[in-house]
């Protein structure tokens, strides 16, 4: 983790929408935030900083994944959990509460990362021939804009995933696709590397055979100079 097919949008803080944890160790709910945004590919850790080092918890926390990406949280002693606003989906929960209990088990695709069968990244235009362009899904605006580089992202997933993927927050804002499992940056002398920009446009799916479980997608992306 992360690893070669992995999608992870961004955590913004700004955002109370996914940033939300309220945690009762028997003494009052606390709630936790991040402290900075995050790509999901970094999500685990930073909620485990947050919640060992918030003021007014004592117990011992520990984050991980679980194999969709969804958060697994544990505590050393049985607490209260509860996911604010609209974070449960984001991070893999069909509940948001888990009362007595030390863990909180994400049971769903997450809505903030979706992993792929396969993947490929392409650059299409430098930043000189990108014009101002807007592309919205739902209530979601993303903005392409000069100085950056389209990319194409090719991935194929399965039904249930792409569903999760355009549904969520990997629909629009700031996405990091892996294309190996190389976890610094994509550059010229490191073109394994993980590709980040913003989503300028998703295309057309395709299935990939009649019962239409697996779908090919393709994704822009606006990536920065």
Known sequence: ??????????????????NRLSVDEGGGAVVVSLSSD?????VAAAWEAALNGAVGLSNAYLVTYDNDLGLVLASNNVVDWEWLDDAAAYYGFTSA????????????LPEGAAQCLSIACVPLDSGEQVRLSRWRHGRARSVGYGRHSLWEIDAIMTRAKYDSLVSGYCSAGVL????????????????DGYVEGSVYE??????LDASEAHIRASIRLAVGH
Do not use: E, K, L
């Open 1 to 18: 983790m992360p690893s070669r097919g992995d999608i992870y949008s961004t955590t913004h803080t700004g955002i109370n929408a996914v």
């Open 38 to 42: 995050v790509s999901y590919a970094g």
């Open 97 to 108: 509460t888990t009362f007595a209990s030390r863990g909180h088990v994400a049971n769903t």
């Open 176 to 191: 990091r696709v892996y294309q190996s499992d190389d976890v610094t940056a994509y550059s010229a002398s490191n073109p």
């Open 202 to 207: 998703i295309g057309r799916p395709s299935a």
